[in-house]
């Protein structure tokens, strides 16, 4: 099993920044890509971004291209996700995901779902 903690999230004015954390422990060796999705009040859960450890590559969702940024840090196992220019949209739980090797070939063609989960963090972005 792989355990994912997240961290970062809170309150934040629009316009404002935040920086999500995801440690990853257990059988990591498995993992070969970590990303988030979000769920906002009464709308299902969507892609936000993900990367894939071998060689770095990454994916962003249809509604984020632009922002946020997502970068690892590969000795530590966790993953980041940097959002600026926050809007009030941005407003939701953000979950922590991680995939094996297949995760890539999925996600290149449109299928992001992870294999393990976090609990999520709440991000609220208030006027």
């Known amino acids: 099993q792989v355990q994912l903690v997240e961290s970062g999230g809170g309150l934040v004015q629009a316009g404002g920044s935040l920086r999500l954390s995801c440690a990853a422990s257990?059988?990591?060796?498995?993992?070969?890509?970590m990303g988030w999705f979000r769920q906002a009040p009464g709308k299902e859960r969507e892609f936000v971004a993900g990367l894939v450890w071998t060689g770095g590559r990454t994916f962003y969702g249809d509604s984020v291209k632009g922002q946020p940024t997502i970068s690892r840090d590969g000795a530590k196992k966790t993953v980041y996700l940097q959002m600026n220019s926050l809007k009030l949209e941005d407003t939701a739980v953000y979950f922590c995901?991680?995939?094996?090797?297949?995760?890539?070939?999925?996600?290149?063609?449109?299928?992001?779902?992870?294999?393990?989960w976090g609990q999520g963090t709440q991000v609220t972005v208030s006027l």
């Open positions: 995901g991680a995939g094996g090797p297949s995760w890539n070939r999925r996600a290149a063609n449109g299928r992001f779902e992870f294999d393990y």
């Open positions: 257990g059988r990591t060796f498995s993992v070969d890509a």
